[in-house]
C-alpha cells in the first residue's frame, strides 16, 4: 500500500525542461507558495502550510539525494510548530507580544557569524558521511535557512533578506538536480522576499 501510494507521489505530473515534475513536487510547490503568500500577511495559517511542505520537501530531496536539504526540511516542519507557538504566544523581552521589529546589525553579527562558521563544517560532513553530489552548495542554504528560520518565527524583518540570499543558492542548486519546478519556485520566492520585507518594514514603522 505504502509502496504504490509513494511511487503514485513520485509519477510524473508533467516535464519541464526535459525533466518530469512529480506529483509530489507539484503540491508541495502549491502550499510553499501559498506559505510564503502567508508570511507576507503576517498571518498564522502560514506556519501549518510550512509544516506540510516542509514534509512533502524532505521526501523530494531524500529522494534526490540531497541530504542536507532533505534534514532542513525535517528541522523546518519541527520549527514550523516552533513558529507557530511563537506567532500565538511568544513574547520579546519586555513582555510584549511578539509584533514585527528590526534586530539591528549588532543582533545580527553572532547569528550570521555562527552560520558561517556552520557551514563548512556541514559540507565537510556531507563530503564525507553520504554520497552527496554537492557537499557544500548543498550545505549553505541548509544552515542559512535556519537563521532566515528564527528570524522570520520572531518577527525580525531582517529575515526577507536572508531568504532572498538563501533562495538564490537554492535556484542552482535545484537546476543542477533538475528540479525545475522547485527552481521556478525558489526563483519566484526572490521577488516576494522583496515585497515581504517592504510590508513588514512599513508594519515595524507602524508599530
Sequence with gaps: ????????????????????????ELVAFVLAVWMVICNMRVHLLAWPLAFISSLMYF???WDGKLYGEAALQLVFAALAVWGWWQWRFGRTRQGDALRVRRLGLRGLLRPVLLTL????????????????????????????????????????????????????????????????????LYAGFIPMSIVGWRAWRRAGSIA
Design 117 to 184: 562558521a556552520a557551514w563548512p563544517l556541514l559540507g565537510l560532513f556531507l563530503s564525507r558521511a553520504t554520497d552527496s553530489p554537492l557537499p557544500y552548495w548543498d550545505a549553505f542554504p541548509t544552515v542559512a535557512s535556519l537563521l532566515g528560520q528564527w528570524l522570520l518565527a520572531r518577527k525580525y524583518e531582517e529575515n526577507w533578506p536572508t531568504w532572498i540570499v538563501v533562495n538564490a543558492v537554492s535556484v542552482v542548486l535545484f537546476g543542477f538536480k533538475g528540479y525545475w519546478l522547485t527552481v521556478v
Design 59 to 61: 521526501a523530494l530531496f
Design 1 to 24: 500500500m505504502w509502496a504504490s501510494a509513494w511511487a503514485a507521489l513520485l509519477a510524473p505530473a508533467f516535464s519541464a525542461f526535459g525533466s518530469p515534475i512529480s506529483w509530489l
